[in-house]
């Protein structure tokens, strides 16, 4: 089902080796930037994360990043 849709929407779907952050760098630093400013407003035992998602992912997304 899955393949189907994208490629009905022309997306080539590329796969990367697992658990190696050479390979998956970019996603792996993301990863990182977004838990840390969840962590930071999360509560302690991080139950209300979901609440400061949007707030985070508009902060992420405004920002300007290095290439």
Do not use: C
Request: proline residues 4%; aromatic residues 10%; positive net charge.
């Amino acid at each position: 089902m899955m393949t189907e849709l994208l490629k009905q929407i022309g997306i080539t779907h590329l796969y990367s080796t697992p658990y190696h952050p050479m390979t998956n760098g970019q996603i792996e630093r993301f990863n990182a930037t977004m838990d840390a400013k969840i962590a930071a407003l999360s509560n302690e035992k991080r139950t209300n994360w979901d609440e400061k998602l949007p707030f985070v992912t508009f902060n992420y997304n405004t920002t300007i990043h290095r290439t």
